[in-house]
């Protein structure tokens, strides 16, 4: 159970979120960005897990009372990498999703633009805007140098909004 609590909570939060009554389109981005990260520190072990980590600790602590702190800890990371095992099918799945769904997040990344706050944090030149902006069908090539064009007083406006 706390192997879900640790893997899958993310998910869960994110989809709750994502499924607001609230502008959305410039935290889609971020959050699936948030689950990506979520997942390499997990598979990372550590500090990751730690409902994982505590339990497995009480468990072998209870079990193993006259083991050696060098053999618990040995078994400690042994349930947990049995336990990550057990959920690495989810991240598999996601991380196939991912890559299925790389133009459609592709745009929700390029949308952020949209988001006067987030064009500096983005550290997004002119051409990092171009190349961003190219991911949304509907804006042509016209378009896009007419947005470049606006970019410096887009900028400028930082804050106003």
């Not at 193993?64 to 990550?84: M, T, W």
């Not at 999703?97 to 997004?124: Q, T, Y």
């Amino acid at each position: 159970m706390c192997i879900l609590v640790d893997t899958i909570d993310p998910f869960v939060r994110a989809t709750y979120d994502l499924e607001a009554d609230k502008v959305l389109t410039f935290k889609v981005y971020d959050k699936l960005q948030a689950l990506v990260e979520h997942v390499a520190l997990v598979r990372g072990g550590g500090a990751a897990v730690p409902n994982t980590r505590a339990v497995a600790t009480r468990l072998i602590d209870l079990n193993f009372p006259h083991d050696l702190q060098a053999a618990k800890d040995l078994r400690v990371a042994q349930v947990i990498g049995e336990s990550l095992a057990k959920v690495e099918p989810c991240f598999v799945y996601f991380e196939q999703k991912m890559i299925e769904l790389a133009p459609s997040v592709d745009v929700f990344r390029a949308a952020k633009l949209f988001h006067p706050n987030n064009i500096d944090a983005l550290g997004a030149n002119a051409d990092a805007v171009d190349t961003l902006l190219q991911n949304i069908p509907l804006v042509d090539a016209a378009t896009r140098a007419q947005l470049i064009l606006e970019l410096p007083a887009y900028r400028a406006r930082d804050g106003d909004w």
